[in-house]
């Protein structure tokens, strides 16, 4: 029955609609009348040419460039959302007490909100179903883009279209006193248009299968920017200086990171633990970050895999040991 649950899910964010919790994630809230500029010069994307409605991706880096979070920074003009890792909260909050002065920005955490994530291809039907003026305006929408979502009951909700690369949808943020009743409007919302809620084990194969870091699983202040893949994403090059920047910029211009975030596809039926070691031969390339099983795939996960080994090497999970993986460059695809 749970398995059947799982690949109902799984199958609800790749053809229809589905709706995923989000417990891993909160939201920190920013205000302040230099709030805007202060995050500019903290974060390694460009914070201060956004306009209210607009949202970006970033990291904050320590001052040797390892990530210490990856806020998405939501701009609702007279506040600045950072939706953020629940397990980065704390030394965010830290890094923020030392370098964000509380003359210029507060901050707080939104206790008990929620991201519900409303993801698929019918999204925007399943949105209709809730707020039609609202899924016209999302539809249109770029990516990133803040929705004001009524609902009898719940009033306006925040929303945020979602990135390509992170699966078509939107984020809705619920505050606790109205989580209740909107999951459940949003649930019948999709079971309308054939979809279903969404578990950890469906989202878990459906956002590997996409190559969808995690933060505290696949990111940590172990890695560098660049390893992660999400540079494009998360960097400007052209803002200027922030904390971490000179690490950042000098892998940038002049060198390059030894590992990248890759696909694994495993032969074997018992998945390995987190941060395990996987070898060429007797040299040890790379570890595992993320597996999980997926229904199309059987079992993948993701993990840092030295620059050199290319796509479609073997790998094993012991010295000289039996092949038990393949390098798969990410998103995951099916022929």
């Known amino acids: 029955m749970q398995r059947e649950a799982a690949r109902d ?10 709706l995923y919790l989000d417990e891993g994630r909160t939201v920190l809230r920013v ?26 991706y970033s990291f904050a880096l320590t001052p040797k460039g390892r990530p210490l979070a990856d806020p998405r920074v939501i701009d609702l003009g007279d506040e600045l959302w950072l939706d953020v890792a ?8 830290e890094h923020l007490d030392v370098y964000l002065p509380p003359r ?41 883009t ?13 929303a945020v279209t979602r990135a390509p690369e992170e699966g078509a949808g939107i984020d809705v943020y619920l505050p606790k006193e109205r989580r209740r009743p909107t999951v459940d409007a ?3 919302a999709i079971e309308a248009v054939g979809g279903a809620t969404v578990g950890s084990d469906a989202f878990e194969p459906w956002r590997i299968e996409l190559g969808i870091p995690v933060f505290g699983h696949d990111i940590s202040a172990d890695n560098l920017v660049q390893e992660t893949g999400l540079t494009e994403r998360t960097v400007s090059f052209q803002k200027g200086c922030y904390t971490g ?26 998945p390995p633990e987190h941060s395990a070691p996987i070898y060429l031969g007797q040299r040890e390339v ?15 996960g993701l993990g840092y895999v030295r620059r050199e080994v290319a796509p479609g090497t073997a790998l094993a999970l012991a010295p000289d040991a039996e092949t038990i993986c393949q390098v798969v460059e990410l998103p995951f695809t099916v022929t």
């Open 9 to 18: 899910g799984y199958e609800a964010l790749r053809n229809a609609a589905g």
């Open 31 to 56: 205000r302040g009348g230099r709030a805007r500029q202060s995050l500019h010069g903290l974060l390694s994307n460009d914070i201060a040419s956004l306009e209210e409605g607009q949202a970006v």
């Open 86 to 93: 629940v397990v980065s909260v704390q030394p965010l909050r």
């Open 104 to 144: 210029f920005a507060q901050v707080s955490v939104i206790e008990g909100i929620t991201r519900a994530s409303l993801i698929g291809p019918s999204w925007v039907k399943a949105l209709a179903q809730l707020d039609p003026g609202a899924a016209a305006e999302a539809e249109g929408a770029p990516c990133l």
């Open 146 to 158: 803040v929705i004001g979502i009524s609902l009898a009951g719940s009033g306006e909700l925040t």
């Open 186 to 188: 949003i649930r019948r």
């Open 245 to 270: 920047q000179e690490v950042v910029a000098r892998i940038y211009y002049r060198g390059h990171v030894n590992r990248h975030l890759r696909g694994l596809s495993f032969s074997a039926e018992t």
């Open 286 to 300: 790379g570890q595992v970050t993320s597996c999980t099983l997926s229904p199309r795939l059987g079992l993948i």
